[in-house]
């Protein structure tokens, strides 16, 4: 074991080379060593601190705290932080300024009995940071909630006001905000229009998209009886025309847009890259409506074609975004289309909304987790059986 002369003659040159302002103490919290940092930090020459209590660079308030801490360490000493709490360490300046510190605790032995190292850093810079940061995060936290109520105000509302039609509809973005959009409107006293796109990505710049798009989408398909009526097809075209493709600024998306004609429930519809919706007639099994197309914003030009579909009575048309399809499990298979189809045959005698909810929790349940990898939508209408209702 060496001798006090050795530790201190050989040692404290190694403690002056070191980043932290260093103390040495005995058991009874005298000071035996202070190096020339300390003297920076708390404004005493080091000369004037040797023999004197460790308490004297603690606030008045704090010196019995510190007394009864510096016991406990006695009783098992071991390198560790000192105190608990940020409020537990502070130093206070020859000038009697107080500041935040951080005080790591290191026993060593000599022959003069043991002795304990503390480093000692300023955390007043880091405790400045930290404040903002935390501001940072609440400003950001306040501005993510009035996006995501903006985003939310555009979703149609529940029940959808839209006559002739039951609408229901579950939307889940896996951040907070999303790029998945989507409506069911009323066109004129004999169509109704309904949408659903899909933004790359997601997050913050995918749900500034989707809310320009739905605001463009809000013209295109204007709602008044005297406006001019534009079909899916236009639509998609000019959202096409209008949105192209910009890397580093504006993303490709994928659309499913339709118009369903009320007297006679025929639904004209366009994909442009979306999964084409599937159709779920009453007392029969789910059929696939496949629908092709380019996402928009790819390729100027590109044509957009019409499909056709007619629902009766009772029949249901399901629109959702590959956020259900894509949903991966813990052996990396997607739940798929076939998946989608299997639930909502499963459970196509419910009402409309649970329907939609079992389909979500057949998503849950095939990841393992709530969490999503992708905004997740999934949009149903249902055309009432006769004598019934619509909302």
Same mark, same amino acid.
């Given at each position: 074991?060496?001798?006090?002369?050795?530790?201190?003659?050989?040692?404290?040159?190694?403690?002056?080379?070191?980043?932290?302002?260093?103390?040495?103490?005995?058991?009874?919290?005298?000071?035996?060593?202070?190096?020339?940092?300390?003297?920076?930090?708390?404004?005493?020459?080091?000369?004037?601190?040797?023999?004197?209590?460790?308490?004297?660079?603690?606030?008045?308030?704090?010196?019995?705290?510190?007394?009864?801490? &510096?016991? +406990?360490?006695?009783?098992?000493?071991?390198?560790?932080?000192?105190?608990?709490?940020?409020?537990?360490?502070?130093?206070?300046?020859?000038?009697?300024?107080?500041?935040?510190?951080?005080?790591?605790?290191?026993?060593?032995?000599?022959?003069?009995?043991?002795?304990?190292?503390?480093?000692?850093?300023?955390?007043?810079?880091?405790?400045?940071?930290?404040?903002?940061?935390?501001?940072?995060?609440?400003?950001?936290?306040?501005?993510?909630?009035?996006?995501?109520?903006?985003?939310?105000?555009?979703?149609?509302?529940?029940?959808?006001?839209?006559?002739?039609?039951?609408?229901?509809?579950?939307?889940?973005?896996? +951040?907070?905000?999303?790029? +998945?959009?989507?409506?069911?409107?009323?066109?004129?006293?004999?169509?109704?229009?309904?949408?659903? &796109?899909?933004?790359?990505?997601?997050?913050?710049?995918?749900?500034?998209?989707?809310?320009? &798009?739905?605001?463009?989408?809000?013209?295109?398909?204007?709602?008044?009886?005297?406006?001019?009526?534009?079909?899916?097809?236009?639509?998609?075209?000019?959202?096409?025309?209008?949105?192209?493709?910009?890397?580093?600024?504006?993303?490709?998306?994928?659309?499913?847009?339709?118009?369903?004609?009320?007297?006679?429930?025929?639904?004209?519809?366009?994909?442009?890259?979306?999964?084409?919706?599937?159709?779920?007639?009453?007392?029969?099994?789910?059929?696939?409506?496949?629908?092709?197309?380019?996402?928009?914003?790819?390729?100027?030009?590109?044509?957009?074609?019409?499909?056709?579909?007619?629902?009766?009575?009772?029949?249901?048309?399901?629109?959702?975004?590959?956020?259900?399809?894509?949903?991966?499990?813990?052996?990396?298979?997607?739940?798929?289309?076939?998946?989608?189809?299997?639930?909502?045959?499963?459970?196509?005698?419910?009402?409309?909304?649970?329907?939609?909810?079992?389909?979500?929790?057949?998503?849950?349940?095939?990841?393992?987790?709530?969490?999503?990898?992708?905004?997740?939508?999934?949009?149903?209408?249902?055309?009432?059986?006769?004598?019934?209702?619509?909302?």
């Amino acid at each position: 074991m060496a001798d006090t002369r050795y530790w201190t003659h050989a040692n404290l040159a190694l403690l002056e080379t070191m980043p932290d302002a260093i103390l040495a103490v005995d058991r009874n919290g005298t000071i035996v060593y202070a190096n020339r940092l300390i003297e920076e930090m708390f404004g005493y020459p080091t000369h004037a601190l040797v023999g004197q209590p460790v308490e004297a660079l603690h606030p008045d308030e704090a010196r019995d705290r510190h007394r009864r801490h &510096l016991r +406990d360490y006695g009783k098992a000493p071991a390198v560790r932080t000192m105190g608990g709490t940020e409020a537990d360490l502070r130093g206070r300046h020859r000038n009697g300024h107080e500041f935040p510190v951080d005080i790591s605790l290191s026993p060593i032995a000599t022959e003069d009995g043991p002795l304990v190292v503390a480093a000692v850093r300023d955390m007043t810079e880091r405790r400045r940071m930290e404040r903002e940061l935390r501001q940072a995060n609440e400003r950001l936290r306040r501005d993510f909630d009035a996006a995501a109520n903006i985003q939310t105000s555009l979703l149609p509302g529940r029940p959808a006001d839209v006559a002739g039609l039951t609408v229901d509809w579950v939307f889940e973005p896996c +951040d907070r905000l999303g790029g +998945d959009c989507f409506n069911v409107f009323t066109i004129n006293e004999r169509l109704v229009g309904f949408y659903l &796109l899909d933004v790359t990505g997601h997050g913050v710049v995918a749900a500034l998209q989707s809310v320009a &798009l739905a605001r463009a989408l809000s013209a295109a398909w204007p709602t008044p009886l005297t406006s001019g009526v534009h079909t899916a097809e236009i639509v998609a075209h000019q959202l096409n025309e209008r949105f192209p493709l910009e890397p580093g600024a504006w993303d490709y998306f994928t659309f499913l847009g339709g118009v369903i004609e009320m007297s006679t429930f025929t639904v004209r519809f366009v994909s442009a890259g979306h999964p084409g919706p599937v159709h779920v007639p009453a007392g029969a099994e789910p059929v696939v409506l496949e629908a092709s197309g380019l996402p928009i914003g790819m390729f100027p030009g590109t044509e957009y074609k019409e499909s056709v579909a007619r629902l009766a009575p009772g029949d249901r048309l399901y629109c959702y975004s590959d956020g259900v399809t894509d949903a991966m499990n813990p052996a990396d298979e997607d739940f798929s289309r076939t998946g989608v189809v299997a639930a909502l045959a499963a459970s196509r005698t419910r009402p409309l909304g649970e329907t939609l909810r079992d389909v979500r929790e057949k998503v849950r349940t095939w990841r393992g987790t709530d969490e999503l990898d992708d905004d997740l939508t999934l949009v149903g209408l249902e055309v009432p059986a006769r004598g019934d209702g619509a909302g």
